[in-house]
T-cell receptor
Framework: AQKITQTQPGMFVQEKEAVTLDCTYDTSDQSYGLFWYKQPSSGEMIFLIYQGSYDEQNATEGRYSLNFQKARKSANLVISASQLGDSAMYFCAMRDRSGGSYIPTFGRGTSLIVHP | GAVVSQHPSWVICKSGTSVKIECRSLDFQATTMFWYRQFPKQSLMLMATSNEGSKATYEQGVEKDKFLINHASLTLSTLTVTSAHPEDSSFYIC?????????????FGSGTRLTVV
């Protein structure tokens, strides 16, 4: 079974508007971490935001916020005031204790296109 | 912040030759490094986990004799694609976890685009 599910292969948003990228996860661990990364066409993976399973508040980093709903096992990324430079692939990832060590698992990604 | 330098950023090689990709942690000690492979418009597929001074742990289906991983020091891990073939053409990217086990944990290199002709 997939540990990380990103159901939106592609998303379009108009510049300056907000967009939500969906991510659901599956784990039986109580302690885990959730990440979002941005991958522009150059290929580098850029860390955006982190949410720990015990964090009581939703994580925020500038224009990025993570809508963490633990009971639903969802960790959606919200980008406010989209910019043209936000066009990229976005990957949700989870770190849990898989096979005795903490290894991050990535979703299939969502391609975001911001148009003027 | 933590920086991982990956070289080369792109390489073209002939079929049958070997290619070495290096990943260096510049300002922290990377006790664990992960090597990923990514096909166009797909997710990152974990190939192996390497720990400094020990043998790498390969994921199921990854040929350890073809993809040689060495993590001889706390700042350097290498992936060697041996006897490369066109089907090995892909984007390879490493990530490192610093020894302190920081909250964020994973820093990525900039990736290597390998083309085997």
């Amino acid at each position: 079974a997939q540990k990380i599910t990103q159901t939106q292969p592609g998303m379009f948003v108009q510049e300056k508007e907000a967009v939500t990228l969906d991510c659901t996860y599956d784990t039986s661990d109580q302690s885990y971490g959730l990440f979002w990364y941005k991958q522009p066409s150059s290929g580098e993976m850029i860390f955006l935001i982190y949410q720990g399973s015990y964090d009581e508040q939703n994580a925020t980093e500038g224009r990025y916020s993570l809508n963490f709903q633990k009971a639903r096992k969802s960790a959606n990324l919200v980008i406010s005031a989209s910019q043209l430079g936000d066009s990229a692939m976005y990957f949700c990832a989870m770190r849990d204790r898989s096979g005795g060590s903490y290894i991050p698992t990535f979703g299939r990604g969502t391609s975001l296109i911001v148009h003027p | 912040g933590a920086v991982v330098s990956q070289h080369p950023s792109w390489v073209i090689c002939k079929s049958g030759t070997s290619v070495k990709i290096e990943c260096r942690s510049l300002d922290f000690q990377a006790t664990t490094m992960f090597w990923y492979r990514q096909f166009p418009k797909q997710s990152l597929m974990l190939m192996a986990t390497s720990n400094e001074g020990s043998k790498a742990t390969y994921e199921q289906g990854v040929e350890k004799d073809k993809f040689l991983i060495n993590h001889a020091s706390l700042t350097l891990s290498t992936l060697t694609v041996t006897s490369a073939h066109p089907e090995d053409s892909s984007f390879y990217i490493c990530s490192a976890r610093d020894g302190a086990g920081s909250r964020y944990g994973y820093t990525f290199g900039s990736g290597t685009r390998l083309t085997v002709v």
